[in-house]
């Protein structure tokens, strides 16, 4: 089982990136996948997650309306798009995998990727 997140980076404030989340190793389809965050000194925190069918997303308040989720099940792939970057966006990005739920607890996830760092200058 992997997961794999990229396309992390240096953008400046308003910018935005698209981070993906290659998978491997288990059944796609019936795993929900989030996307969680943690920066320097903070706990890691919830930003959004995708069903594996349906494409229904739900995303954190802090970023409702500027990033999205979408995900592609012929490539085993999630993409979280980050719009309008703010400094407070600074964190590594993790992306995981739950089987057959949708959940913002990070404790109930099965599968973790090692993080990708997106870094916003001000």
């Known amino acids: 089982v992997q997961l794999q997140a990229s396309g992390g980076g240096l953008v400046q404030v308003g910018g935005s990136l698209r981070l993906s989340c290659a998978a491997s190793g288990f059944s796609f389809d019936d795993y929900a996948i989030g996307w969680f965050r943690q920066a320097p000194g903070k706990e890691r925190e919830f930003v959004g997650l995708?069903?594996?069918?349906?494409?229904?997303?739900y995303l954190a308040d802090s970023v409702k309306g500027r990033f999205d989720i979408s995900r592609d099940n012929a490539k085993n792939t999630v993409y979280l798009q980050m719009n309008s970057l703010k400094p407070e966006d600074t964190a590594v990005y993790y992306c995981a995998a739950v089987r057959n739920k949708m959940t913002t607890n990070q404790y109930e996830y099965d599968y973790w990727g090692q993080g990708t760092q997106v870094t916003v200058s001000s």
């Open positions: 995708i069903s594996g069918i349906a494409d229904m997303t």
